[in-house]
């Protein structure tokens, strides 16, 4: 089993930036392709971003590719999701999510975090 818990939601005006992080325990994560969803009011899960093992190959959805950038620390279990130039549309709890294929939808990843809020003020 891995737990995965979000944290470095808030508050944030449009144009500004914030940093989620996402540690994992449970068992080590270096194996897996992590990933960030995220999810509106009334809206579905949608996918942000994955990074896969290697640290190599890394996968954007449209709307936040050139903004976000995600990363990993293999060695503190522990992935990230940097996210600049925040849009009012950018609101949204942030998931964080493990052992999934790289674009894979909500339902083909296995492990969740509770999730941390992402609010931005226009």
Same mark, same amino acid.
């Given at each position: 089993?891995?737990?995965?818990?979000?944290?470095?939601?808030?508050?944030?005006?449009?144009?500004?930036?914030?940093?989620?992080?996402?540690?994992?325990?449970?068992?080590?994560?270096?194996?897996?392709?992590?990933?960030?969803?995220?999810? $509106?009011? =009334?809206?579905?899960?949608?996918?942000? #971003?994955?990074?896969?093992?290697?640290?190599?190959? %890394?996968?954007?959805?449209? *709307?936040?590719?050139?903004?976000?950038?995600?990363?990993?620390?293999?060695?503190?279990?522990?992935?990230?999701?940097?996210?600049?130039?925040?849009?009012?549309?950018?609101?949204?709890?942030?998931?964080?999510? $493990?052992? =999934?294929?790289?674009?894979?939808?909500? #339902?083909?990843?296995?492990?969740?975090?509770?999730? %941390?809020?992402?609010?931005? *003020?226009?």
């Amino acid at each position: 089993q891995v737990q995965l818990v979000e944290s470095g939601g808030g508050l944030v005006q449009a144009g500004g930036s914030l940093n989620l992080s996402c540690a994992a325990s449970g068992r080590t994560i270096s194996g897996y392709t992590m990933a960030w969803f995220r999810q $509106a009011p =009334g809206k579905e899960r949608e996918f942000v #971003a994955a990074i896969q093992w290697n640290f190599v190959n %890394t996968y954007y959805a449209d *709307s936040v590719k050139g903004r976000f950038t995600i990363s990993r620390d293999n060695a503190k279990n522990t992935v990230y999701l940097q996210m600049n130039s925040l849009k009012p549309e950018d609101t949204a709890v942030y998931y964080c999510a $493990a052992n =999934g294929p790289p674009y894979g939808s909500a #339902a083909q990843y296995r492990y969740w975090g509770q999730g %941390t809020q992402v609010t931005v *003020s226009s």
